[in-house]
């Protein structure tokens, strides 16, 4: 039993220590009793020159392999010990070097995303990095401890649960906030538009608008009807006759049910002339 455990224990340490080149392995645990450690690779997050980025180079830390019950608190507590961290922004993939806008609604383009991500961890000094990589010397961190507990299991769906119910005051009081800011925004267009009206640009071309008409007056229920009837026949003109076989055979049928009709006719009304005669030289 001590050999095997002692073979584990290697084993666990090669994994561990193993990573890619340019990152550093940090061993973490989720709880005291899990036995089998976690690894966080990390690296200096690094931009080409000039290219714009929320995350500044010398001072971000950047975080694979990430694990789902791993939020943006337990990440800023886990490396608090480095220093004081500005921010941790997970996401679910690494992000281009451009600044992407952030997402301030509270309610709408909210993404749950599952399974392993990544995560930038913004020190406030560049030290902090250093000392983030300096964390694979020490043993396993514990990303959930007994002063701040990681919600799992039934707990962590009660709480997903009570952050999805709504508050409706809140929802309305975003809702017209968010429709003031795009009636100014048409308004400030419409303005720009009618004062370029009729400017020429510096080439001398002058820009021509094309308005709508005015909107007419809402239809009644008969002249609904009406073009709905205009429409049917419209569509009785257009519609092709004798096209399909099925056609062909029921317009016989109904020929010959016609022919048949007419010499029943004609025989009760030659019978009825015949025995209407007055004259009988036989």
Request: proline share 6%.
């Amino acid at each position: 039993a001590a050999s095997r455990r002692a073979k584990m224990a290697a084993a666990e340490e090669r994994v561990v220590g193993t990573a890619p080149a340019g990152y550093t392995a940090l061993a973490v645990k989720f709880g005291e009793r899990q036995r089998s450690p976690h690894c966080l690779l990390v690296k200096e997050h690094q931009v080409r020159e000039g290219a714009a980025t929320t995350h500044p180079p010398r001072r971000t830390l950047f975080v694979l392999n990430v694990p789902p019950y791993c939020s943006p608190d337990s990440l800023s507590r886990l490396f608090a010990r480095c220093g004081h961290v500005q921010s941790v922004d997970i996401c679910e993939k690494p992000e281009p070097g451009e600044k992407k806008e952030k997402l301030t609604s509270k309610f709408f383009n909210r993404k749950t995303v599952t399974g392993f991500q990544v995560a930038y961890v913004v020190f406030r000094k560049p030290a902090g990095v250093q000392a983030a990589k300096a964390l694979s010397r020490e043993g396993p961190l514990l990303i959930s401890t007994e002063s701040y507990p990681v919600k799992t299991g039934i707990s962590k769906w009660i709480a997903s649960y009570a952050a999805s119910v709504v508050d409706q005051e809140e929802l309305k009081a975003e809702v017209d906030a968010y429709m003031q800011d795009y009636d100014k925004k048409i308004a400030e267009e419409e303005a720009k538009a009618a004062k370029e009206e009729g400017v020429p640009d510096e080439e001398g071309w002058v820009k021509v608008t094309r308005k709508g008409r005015k909107p007419g007056l809402p239809r009644t229920e008969a002249a609904n009807l009406r073009v709905l009837e205009r429409e049917k026949q419209k569509r009785a003109r257009k519609e092709l006759l004798n096209f399909y076989a099925w056609q062909h055979r029921e317009t016989k049928r109904e020929h010959i049910a016609q022919l048949r009709k007419k010499f029943e006719e004609d025989k009760q009304r030659i019978a009825l002339m015949r025995a209407q005669r007055k004259f009988r030289p036989y």
